[in-house]
């Protein structure tokens, strides 16, 4: 039987406000247990929740940005289930009525070797607190609770079932993580948990139209992770079913060590958890005035900035978009391209995407710590173009100021001088090594004249030798056939 894969995905995005979002806490990753929480968080009798306006921003800037809807009206809900680690017994968040409902996110992936978009459509987004943490490993023969993170402000986003493979889910997280991130709303640290994934896993045989039973795959914290958990989950799945079990709905765990799921608790649904209106809370309401405000404040979104740069630029679409993943590359590249000029961004674009994003991956480096600058770089492509260097002698220089780490903007041309790099673009001095070879090497000449006209690749590899690979490649190749063709 041939199955099908469904895949929703449950993203927690934590919000960069200076608070959290029903009190004065502050939000400090890292801190002494418990140094973090007031009050209001630990849900001490007779306090009151107090709604944070910075936690709104951001969900109406994150709904403007997926063309989604902000609700005018929206509504607080006790979500009522019991852990350890939420003081109050319950979790403020919101269940009918969303601040960001509807919207869609447009992404690229690799697919069959093939370069493919898709658009996920959302369900909603909406705001809600976090829970504490639970401590295991500190104690010996018992837990700890940290209460730091109880109340941190979350913006929940929900996609459609609409993803159809792990590399899909993939993609559909990566672009999140950066528009999450390019919008300011999150700073996107995984490994603290500003950016959590659940993923809902369900198949089913290929041509139905029914879902199967989903399975929710909790904390997910990495692109990696939920790529294996993807894999192993469905894998499950399959074999049960073609085994003759069934699969159950529940929470899962995904265990790197052991690659595999497992289950955590049976899942709740939505009269499980016995929602009703928070009473200390009034509904929200936001004013068309106010989404203007927050709107006027919008930066360029990658969506428009691909499109400017396909027609500004004359860029194909994947490196658009490869570019425009990350606000830090693509302010980067038009930095480059300021500089170097429209006619370089081409080059740009294959540098960015090249050399120095594989430096960056090979030295663990973030592209805002790079130690070349855009001036730089763009120096670098002027001095390729205009034929002073070649663009294997470019790799030369690019790892030369990649070591300098000086931010001096001489510093292309201090390292050409240096190394010795400059390319012999002279006519005269070409041409002589030009005759040497033609008169050195009679066969291949004889080899050429008579039609076979790969015979020039031997002629011009006998060139650059004889100029120590410093012969500007175009003016060599020009004067070979012209002298070739005499």
Not at 44 to 65: C, E, H, S, T, Y
Request: proline share 4%.
């Amino acid at each position: 039987m041939q199955w099908e894969v469904v895949i929703g995905l449950e993203n927690h995005v934590q919000l960069t406000t200076e608070s959290k979002i029903f009190s004065g806490s502050p939000i400090k990753y890292g801190a002494d247990a418990n140094t973090q929480a007031s009050p209001v968080d630990l849900a001490l009798p007779g306090v009151l929740p107090v709604m944070n306006k910075q936690a709104v921003d951001r969900a109406i800037r994150f709904g403007l940005a997926v063309g989604a809807t902000v609700a005018p009206h929206s509504v607080f809900a006790r979500k009522n289930y019991f852990y350890p680690d939420s003081p109050k017994g319950y979790q403020i968040s919101q269940f009918e009525d969303p601040v960001v409902i509807g919207g869609a996110l447009t992404f690229g992936y690799e697919k069959d070797g093939e370069f493919v978009t898709k658009t996920v459509n959302l369900t909603r987004a909406h705001l809600e607190e976090d829970a504490g943490k639970s401590l295991h490993e500190d104690y010996a023969g018992m837990s700890g609770i940290d209460l730091n993170r109880a109340g941190t402000p979350l913006l929940e986003i929900v996609s459609e079932p609409e993803i159809r493979s792990a590399a899909e889910a993939v993609a559909y997280a990566k672009a999140l993580h950066s528009l999450v991130m390019w919008l300011g709303v999150c700073d996107g640290n995984m490994q603290e948990g500003s950016f959590r994934c659940d993923v809902n896993v369900s198949v089913r045989p290929v041509g139905q139209k029914e879902f199967g039973t989903r399975c929710e795959i909790k904390n997910l914290n990495s692109f990696r992770f939920i790529e294996e958990a993807v894999h192993v989950e469905v894998r499950r799945q399959i074999e049960l079913i073609e085994e003759g079990g069934k699969v159950v709905q529940a929470t899962r765990l995904y265990d790197p060590d052991r690659k595999e799921t497992r289950e955590m608790r049976s899942k709740e649904d939505a009269q499980d958890y016995r929602y009703f209106p928070d009473p200390d809370l009034p509904p929200l309401v936001i004013s068309q005035a106010w989404i203007d405000t927050v709107k006027a404040s919008m930066p360029e979104l990658p969506a428009a900035m691909r499109t400017r740069f396909i027609s500004e630029y004359a860029l194909p679409e994947y490196d658009a978009l490869v570019l425009t993943q990350s606000k830090a590359m693509a302010t980067y590249f038009v930095a480059v391209v300021d500089k170097a000029g429209k006619e370089n961004a081409k080059a740009a674009a294959n540098w960015l995407m090249g050399d120095v994003s594989s430096t960056l991956n090979r030295e663990g480096v973030d592209l805002d710590d790079a130690p070349v600058s855009a001036a730089q770089l763009a120096a670098m492509l002027k001095r390729i173009a205009d034929g002073t260097i070649s663009n294997k002698a470019a790799k030369e220089v690019f790892a030369g100021m990649w070591e300098a780490k000086s931010d001096d903007e001489n510093l292309v041309d201090t390292i050409i001088d240096a190394k010795g790099l400059k390319q012999i673009s002279d006519s005269g001095a070409l041409e002589a090594i030009v005759d040497e070879v033609l008169a050195a090497n009679a066969k291949s000449v004889e080899q050429y004249r008579a039609g076979k006209e790969a015979a020039i690749n031997a002629l011009i590899g006998q060139a650059m030798k004889a100029s120590k690979g410093k012969a500007n490649p175009a003016q060599l190749t020009e004067l070979l056939k012209a002298k070739l063709a005499g």
